[in-house]
T-cell receptor, first 114, second 115 residues
Framework: NAGVTQTPKFQVLKTGQSMTLQCAQD?????MSWYRQDPGMGLRLIHY???????DQGEVPNGYNVSRSTTEDFPLRLLSAAPSQTSVYFC?????????????FGAGSRLTVL | DQQVKQNSPSLSVQEGRISILNCDYT??????FLWYKKYPAEGPTFLIS?????DKNEDGRFTVFLNKSAKHLSLHIVPSQPGDSAVYFC??????????????FGKGTLLTVNP
C-alpha cells in the first residue's frame, strides 16, 4: 500500500520555466490537497479538491494551477516559475473532509527556482 | 492573519521528562484540532486529534488538552523519548460553513529530546 506518492522528489527550475508536480494516492480518498512549507511559515494550503472534477483555492493559490480528472491523481502545475516558489511541496489526502479531516501526506517535493 | 499560533519555535527536554507543546488559536469557529509530527525529509504524520466537545484526549504517551475559553491547546508527551525529536505542527479546522475542507496549520515547534 503506497499511500500518497509524489514525484519528483527534487527539482531545479529557472525563472519562467513551467513544470508539474505529480501526486497520486491509492487509498480511494475523495479529498486531496497541496501545501507548501517555507521556513518560519508552517504549512500553507495552495489548492484542494473534494472529488474528481472539483477543485478550489486555498490560502496561497497564485502562480499554481490544479486539476482533478481522476480520484487518484492531483497534479500541481507551475505555469511560470518564480524564485518565490522555491519551497517544499506536500500533497495530502483524506477519506473525506468531515470531522477531524485527518490528512495522509506524501514525502514532499523540494523545488528550487533560480 | 495567523489563526493558529505556535509561539515557541523550539523546545528542548531531557529523556524521560514531560514535553509540553502549546498552541493558540483565534478563530472561534474551529471545532477540530490535530497535532502532526514531522521528521526531516519526510511528510507530516498524524499524531492525535481532539474535538471541541472534549477537553482531553489521550493516546499512549500523548495527551492533548483543549481549553476553549482560552482558545488554547497543548500536547503533552510523557515520558519523552529521543525518537520524539521532530517538528510538531498544530492544526485546526471548522466543520460548519463548509470550511472543514481546509486545515489551518501553525508554524511548528521543533522538539529536541536529549538522551
Amino acid at each position: 500500500n503506497a499511500g500518497v506518492t509524489q514525484t519528483p522528489k527534487f527539482q531545479v527550475l529557472k525563472t519562467g520555466q513551467s513544470m508539474t508536480l505529480q501526486c497520486a494516492q491509492d487509498m480511494n480518498h475523495e479529498y486531496m490537497s497541496w501545501y507548501r512549507q517555507d521556513p518560519g511559515m508552517g504549512l500553507r494550503l495552495i489548492h484542494y479538491s473534494v472529488g474528481a472534477g472539483i477543485t478550489d483555492q486555498g490560502e496561497v493559490p497564485n502562480g499554481y494551477n490544479v486539476s482533478r480528472s481522476t480520484t487518484e491523481d492531483f497534479p500541481l502545475r507551475l505555469l511560470s516559475a518564480a524564485p518565490s516558489q522555491t519551497s517544499v511541496y506536500f500533497c495530502a489526502s483524506s477519506r473525506d473532509y468531515t470531522g477531524a479531516n485527518v490528512l495522509t501526506f506524501g514525502a514532499g517535493s523540494r523545488l528550487t527556482v533560480l | 492573519d495567523q489563526q493558529v499560533k505556535q509561539n515557541s519555535p523550539s523546545l528542548s527536554v531531557q529523556e524521560g521528562r514531560i514535553s509540553i507543546l502549546n498552541c493558540d488559536y483565534t478563530n472561534s469557529m474551529f471545532d477540530y484540532f490535530l497535532w502532526y509530527k514531522k521528521y526531516p525529509a519526510e511528510g507530516p504524520t498524524f499524531l492525535i486529534s481532539i474535538s471541541s466537545i472534549k477537553d482531553k484526549n489521550e493516546d499512549g504517551r500523548f495527551t492533548v488538552f483543549l481549553n476553549k475559553s482560552a482558545k488554547h491547546l497543548s500536547l503533552h508527551i510523557v515520558p519523552s523519548q529521543p525518537g520524539d525529536s521532530a517538528v510538531y505542527f498544530c492544526a485546526a479546522s471548522a466543520q460548519s460553513g463548509g470550511s472543514n475542507y481546509k486545515l489551518t496549520f501553525g508554524k511548528g515547534t521543533l522538539l529536541t529530546v536529549n538522551p
